[in-house]
């Protein structure tokens, strides 16, 4: 909780808080980590954080744990559909301000 | 997020449940992180090479910059070494010492090789240069 009130207001989405490549592709989908708790997102670059959901990371890697591992196609697909969004000028990201449209 | 009368979201309303200490504690660990971090890229240093300059391995100098480690203080004098700068730095506040200017280092001035000075006294923000304050101007 209180990493992510720091990185929403003091320090931004740095990419070394964050575990990256998480779902294997070359996408935004990262995860915040506090020992073997689990956080899946979707980080665009130092100014967007779209948080998802988590759990506990019993297994060496989350493909081991269903639970964890359906969090992350979760994420995997939101940051596919808002790539495919971004490509049909749908979303535009700009510093200020941000049009989403985020209904799937 | 949900939303109560008082006009505090879920987020506040578990966040004032975090105990202060551990609050304090997770803010430390991630501005040392932050600081890091921000001088390995002003530096264009990558993590791979500090790891290697100080003898750690690259997996637990990638704990420290997620903000996950609880440094010693070792450590991290060992990290400012290998970078010539300073993580943390620690006020010396005696009874009897009213020091009228407080030097606070941030991200940009590392950039500007500059220091953020402050006026204790009349809360009035200047820039100078490095040299100048040791110096003693």
């Known amino acids: 909780m209180v990493r992510i009130d720091d990185i929403a207001n003091r320090f931004g989405c740095q990419d070394y808080l964050f ?3 998480e779902s294997g592709f070359t996408d935004p989908v990262v995860a915040l980590s506090r020992e073997n708790l689990r956080l899946y997102c979707c980080r665009y670059g130092n100014i967007i954080l779209i948080l998802g959901s988590g759990g ?7 493909q081991e744990n269903p639970g964890l591992h359906q969090k992350v196609k979760i994420m995997a697909y939101v940051a596919k559909r808002i790539d495919q969004r971004i490509n ?17 | 997020m949900k939303e109560n009368k008082n006009n505090s979201t879920l987020f506040d309303q578990l966040l004032s449940k975090v105990p202060s200490d551990v609050k304090r504690f997770v803010r430390k660990q991630g501005e040392i992180a932050v600081q890091i971090g921000t001088i390995l890229k002003a ?3 990558t993590q ?13 100098l990638s704990k420290i910059l997620a903000g996950n480690a609880n440094c010693t203080l070792k450590t991290i004098t060992k990290i400012e070494n290998a970078l010539n700068e300073d993580i943390i730095t620690v006020p010396i506040f005696r009874e009897d010492f009213a020091p009228d200017v ?12 500059k220091f953020k000075v402050r006026k204790f006294s009349l809360g009035e923000e200047v820039y100078v240069d490095r040299d100048e ?4 101007k």
């Open chain 1, 56 to 62: 506990v990371k019993y297994t060496r890697t989350y």
């Open chain 2, 48 to 60: 791979k090479e500090l790891a290697q300059k100080i003898g750690m391995k690259e997996s637990q």
């Open chain 2, 102 to 113: 407080i030097v606070d280092t941030a991200a940009k001035s590392l950039l500007d090789k």
């Open chain 1, 19 to 21: 575990k990256e490549k």
């Open chain 2, 43 to 45: 530096k264009g240093i």
């Open chain 2, 133 to 136: 304050i040791y110096a003693g």
């Open chain 1, 88 to 104: 049909d000028k749908e979303i535009e990201i700009k510093k200020q301000p941000i049009y989403w449209r985020l209904k799937f």
